[in-house]
């Protein structure tokens, strides 16, 4: 691999990892249209519960998923990227933290992201995602206010009321 194309990897491989990034973000604040715009318009989605396999479906599920929960926030943690030209594949492993309202139960999920990514046009978005659970607790939700910090640290809200929506200039 010459200098050009080692340098084109490691770009790629720097917007791929920004992308689940992202991806993560849009999906702890429930922005709907970020996470759209993380998928090519033909991509897959495939989460089990939606049986046309399309992002479309998924999200119109995520938007009826995110309306059950109090807060929710995905941690990527182990990143393996492979690239080839415009096409690559990545797994990327995710904690996803979940309160759920009705219930009063916190879930915590283990699992991973299984995308293929093509770069059109000069940019990547995946093309097929397969979303996996490889684990998950479920337990009690602590009560509002058990951290004693609660009354001084601002607590981080889905949508336009999370604090940095007013605090950001350059990340949205």
Not at 3 to 12: G, P, S
Not at 23 to 39: A, C, T
Not at 47 to 60: A, I, R
Request: glycine residues 8%; charged residues 25%; negative net charge.
């Amino acid at each position: 691999m010459n200098r050009d194309e080692l340098l084109d990897t490691l770009i790629a491989e720097r917007e791929i990892r920004q992308l689940a990034h992202t991806l993560s973000r849009y999906v702890d604040r429930g922005n709907i249209e970020g996470m759209r715009s993380m998928f090519h318009p033909d991509a897959v989605a495939e989460y089990g519960f939606n049986k046309t396999k399309t992002v479309d479906e998924f999200l119109d599920h995520f938007k009826v998923q995110i309306t059950t929960l109090t807060g929710v926030q995905h941690h990527i943690t182990t990143s393996n990227i492979r690239v080839e030209g415009d096409y690559a594949e990545a797994e990327n492993y995710a904690i996803a933290h979940c309160d759920i309202k009705a219930s009063g139960m916190t879930v915590v999920i283990g699992g991973r992201y299984l995308d293929k990514l093509e770069r059109r046009d000069g940019v990547w978005k995946i093309a097929h995602r397969i979303g996996l659970e490889d684990w998950s607790v479920k337990t009690p939700a602590p009560p509002p206010g058990a951290n004693d910090l609660v009354g001084v640290i601002p607590r981080g809200a889905l949508g336009e009321a999370d604090p940095a929506y007013g605090f950001f200039r350059l990340i949205k």
